[in-house]
T-cell receptor, first 114, second 115 residues
Framework: AQKVTQAQTEISVVEKEDVTLDCVYE???????LFWYKQPPSGELVFLIR??????QNEISGRYSWNFQKSTSSFNFTITASQVVDSAVYFC???????????FGKGTRLLVKP | GAGVSQSPSNKVTEKGKDVELRCDPI?????LYWYRQSLGQGLEFLIY????????KSGLPSDRFSAERTGGSVSTLTIQRTQQEDSAVYLC?????????????FGPGTRLTVL
């Protein structure tokens, strides 16, 4: 069973639109971590945020915000007033239990048009 | 300071040949990770090193894949008898201690093409 689901494979918006990238995860562990990474066209993955399972506070960082809801096993990512530079593939990831592995979603390709 | 570097950036090989991919982590980072990114499978975890030991090899897809790390620094991922399905971008990442609260810093990847 897929443990991290990013149902949106590709999203296209016009600059200045708000956009939300969905991430649904599955785990039986009570302690786990969730992550978002950005992969711009250059290819290098860039860490955006980490959230542990005990911290359901939403977070805002500039134009980025994250909504973590354990009740729906979701960790969604919203970009406000999108810009062309936001065009990238965004990955949601889960690290669970005592292991060291990370499980990534398939990614959502975001295209922001001028 | 210098980030994670990987070499070569591109590698084309023939089916059946062995290849070695290299990763230089950020200086002082004790944890090192290898991932594979392919069109069909997305981003897959392969192996994790803490120092020179690999407590988690659970992601290695077959016994043709092996990895080592020496001196707590450079790591080499070796693929023996390459197959076409091994074609992918191989990404390396490092973090300071390996704790899941650490940030992983990724290299630019090695694009492997098996003909």
């Amino acid at each position: 069973a897929q443990k991290v689901t990013q149902a949106q494979t590709e999203i296209s918006v016009v600059e200045k639109e708000d956009v939300t990238l969905d991430c649904v995860y599955e785990t039986r562990d009570t302690t786990y971590y969730l992550f978002w990474y950005k992969q711009p066209p250059s290819g290098e993955l860039v860490f955006l945020i980490r959230r542990n399972s005990f911290d359901e506070q939403n977070e805002i960082s500039g134009r980025y915000s994250w909504n973590f809801q354990k009740s729906t096993s979701s960790f969604n990512f919203t970009i406000t007033a999108s810009q062309v530079v936001d065009s990238a593939v965004y990955f949601c990831a889960l690290s669970e239990g005592q292991g060291f592995s990370f499980i990534f979603g398939k990614g959502t390709r975001l295209l922001v048009k001028p | 300071g210098a980030g994670v570097s990987q070499s070569p950036s591109n590698k084309v090989t023939e089916k059946g040949k062995d290849v070695e991919l290299r990763c230089d982590p950020i200086s002082g980072h004790t944890a090192l990770y290898w991932y594979r990114q392919s069109l069909g499978q997305g981003l897959e975890f392969l192996i994790y090193f803490q120092g020179n030991s690999a407590p988690d090899k659970s992601g290695l897809p077959s016994d043709r894949f092996s990895a080592e790390r020496t001196g707590g620094s450079v790591s080499t991922l070796t693929i023996q008898r390459t197959q076409q399905e091994d074609s992918a971008v191989y990404l390396c990442a490092s973090s300071l201690t390996g704790a899941r609260t650490d940030t992983q810093y990724f290299g630019p990847g090695t694009r492997l093409t098996v003909l």
